[in-house]
């Protein structure tokens, strides 16, 4: 069964600073992943989907990448802002049953 | 992309009911998810609801407790039945446009609280 670790489960950073957000899965046998951010009382927003053949995607000032074979991938995000306190969520697809999520890692940028 | 609608977007229900939420999507797709999330977790796969075909449920969790429909492309239902207050939680529909490669959509959510 597919497990997916998050760390770290928090993080506080002062605003400017580049930080980097962690992933693992346990079977590397994905098709995609996808890296969303949740603010309270909100759904989700999709920030990066990485097919199983690709290495990186980038958006803006987020760079995500992923190492299939063991089991990793990182969330980036250059020069924070307060706007970016939310909880990020890493999630792996294995085909057509849905997603496998962490627990996700909480954000807060001091202003 | 998709948009996605969810009715209601909260409720407080009484134990013993039952609650449908409606999924609403703006475009075709054939691949409709529902997820749980309960308080301080993260996201739960409940079941996947292909259109045409029977839902199919994951681990500890049974179609007698969350009947789902799919009538057509763009809708769904989760029902919630026999609540109790261990049901409370946000309930989330998503959906793949394309294929089991294409990225996930997720509606806003229902937030439910059971009394």
């Known amino acids: 069964k597919q497990e997916v670790t998050q760390i770290p489960a928090a993080l506080s950073v002062p605003e400017g600073e580049n930080l980097v957000l962690n992933c693992s899965f346990t079977?590397?046998?994905?098709?995609?992943l996808q890296w969303f951010r949740q603010d309270p009382g909100k759904g989700l927003t999709s920030l990066l989907l990485?097919?199983?053949?690709?290495r990186e995607q980038t958006s803006g000032r987020l760079n995500a990448s992923l190492d299939k074979s063991s089991g990793r991938s990182t969330l980036y995000i250059a020069a924070s802002q307060p706007g970016d306190s939310a909880t990020y969520l890493c999630?792996?697809?294995?085909?057509?049953?849905?997603?496998?999520f962490g627990k996700g890692t909480h954000l807060i940028i001091q202003p | 992309s998709a948009v996605i609608s969810q009715k209601p977007s909260r409720d407080i229900c009484q134990r013993g009911t039952s609650l449908t939420i409606q999924c609403q999507v703006d475009?075709?797709?054939?691949?409709m998810f529902w997820y749980r999330q309960q308080p301080g977790q993260s996201l739960t796969l409940i079941a996947t609801?292909?259109?045409?075909?029977?839902?199919?449920?994951e681990s500890g969790f049974v179609i007698d407790k969350f009947p789902i429909s799919r009538p057509n492309l763009t809708f769904s239902t989760l029902t919630v039945s026999n609540m109790s207050p261990e049901d409370s939680s946000i309930y989330l529909c998503?959906?793949?446009?394309?294929?089991?490669?294409?990225?996930?959509?997720f509606g806003p959510g229902t937030r439910l609280t059971v009394t």
């Open positions: 998503s959906v793949a446009p394309g294929t089991a490669y294409a990225e996930q959509y």
């Open positions: 079977d590397s046998a994905i098709y995609n």
């Open positions: 990485i097919q199983s053949s690709q």
């Open positions: 999630a792996v697809s294995g085909g057509a049953d849905g997603l496998t």
């Open positions: 475009s075709q797709v054939t691949m």
């Open positions: 609801a292909n259109q045409g075909s029977e839902a199919t449920y």
